[in-house]
């Protein structure tokens, strides 16, 4: 039997918890990846909690200095195959993820470049990123999540280097649900991130308003982290200026079972981002049955399907955004066509084992 091959896996793992460490942890955890490669780690994340992300600190540089003396050190001991590395593609982020992939080159590994966000075309024209971006990505190959996002390294990358990997998630046994699940006298809307601009929080709140000024009855649950943009108190405020206090709450992070219960209570989903790429919670959504009403942005069209599983609406547009939540609040046959639909494209598409078994196929190709 032959030699498993070697992977050097130089990812960035929670905490903090959100999209690209929670993918990362998963392929950390993956009894498949980790049976089919012989896979060793390395943690780039300087980060430990959500207030660091953006912020310098001695703490941070050091952990990133232990990173990449870590990286030297195994890529010495070790004849890797591939290096694998998930990397932040904009800003500072990326100057400082750049090195570990420069270092692997010098070692003359293949390199297999991981996209979980997007930016790399605000950057790829200015300095030092158009002198440093060409290094980083020369004969990469490089994983996306859609070819929806392929405009954003086009400049860079040949589309024959690059490889598609939609992610997954756990597919909970949720057969009760059926049971659980029951229709709301008046219907709930929910809203699950941290609380961020860019996710369209004040978007959301002003399509609330045009809904609750036409006499559409509805409670919106806001759940998810507060942020150095939005607090809960600058949220409350943002909720009363709109004269929404009846029909908004604020919630608060939320885990596990608690978490479970609003996607259980609610009617439909609403995710106004716009500025995403492939956002796991709308896959939680259909995994519930949500109907979904989200934007055309990054790879959400690979997920939902308009007028099948959710309503695609204009990004950063409160009156599209409110015409799309009220005509699934007017319809509850439709809801329920919609979201049903939705966890069929999930439980085809988007488990956790269908991305394993993409992930290994995508490292299988480029050993």
Not at 42 to 48: D, E, H, P, W
Not at 183 to 211: Q, T, W
Not at 322 to 341: F, H, S, T, V
């Amino acid at each position: 039997m032959p030699d498993k091959s070697k992977i050097l896996f130089i990812v960035p793992l929670p905490p903090p918890v959100y999209g690209s460490t929670m993918v990362c942890q998963q392929i950390k955890d993956s009894a498949l990846i980790n049976s089919t490669f012989h896979c060793d780690y390395v943690n780039l994340s300087t980060s430990r909690q959500m207030d660091e992300i953006g912020k310098r600190s001695a703490v941070k540089l050091w952990r990133m200095i232990s990173a990449f003396i870590k990286t030297f050190w195994l890529l010495l001991i070790h004849r890797y195959d591939i290096c694998y590395i998930a990397i932040a593609c904009r800003g500072s982020g990326f100057l400082k993820d750049a090195p570990f992939v420069l270092l692997c080159k010098l070692f003359r590994r293949k390199m297999v470049i991981h996209h979980h966000n997007k930016g790399m075309a605000n950057d790829v024209d200015r300095m030092p990123f158009k002198w440093l971006m060409p290094m980083v990505y020369k004969n990469a190959k490089v994983i996306l999540l859609s070819w929806y996002l392929y405009f954003d390294i086009e400049k860079i990358v040949p589309k024959e280097n690059v490889m598609i990997c939609p992610n997954g998630i756990i597919a909970d046994n949720l057969e009760h649900i059926d049971v659980v699940k029951s229709e709301n006298r008046v219907p709930h809307l929910l809203f699950l991130s941290n609380l961020m601009k860019s996710k369209g929080v004040y978007v959301l709140l002003d399509a609330c308003k045009i809904l609750k000024d036409k006499g559409v009855g509805f409670v919106c649950d806001f759940v998810g982290g507060e942020t150095a943009e939005i607090d809960s108190d600058m949220f409350n405020t943002e909720v009363n200026h709109r004269g929404l206090g009846t029909h908004v709450i604020y919630n608060g992070r939320k885990y596990g079972a608690e978490k479970a219960r609003f996607f259980t209570d609610s009617d439909i989903f609403i995710h106004p981002t716009y500025n995403d790429c492939f956002p796991l919670v709308l896959l939680e959504a259909m995994q519930y049955q949500l109907p979904i009403v989200t934007t055309n942005e990054g790879g959400i069209p690979d997920v939902v399907q308009d007028g099948v599983n959710g309503i695609i609406c204009e990004r950063q547009n409160a009156e599209s955004l409110a015409a799309a939540i009220e005509k699934l609040l007017l319809n509850p046959a439709l809801r329920r066509q919609m979201g049903e639909a939705g966890y069929e494209i999930f439980r085809q598409n988007f488990t956790l084992e269908k991305f394993e078994h993409r992930m290994c196929e995508c490292l299988g190709a480029c050993v």
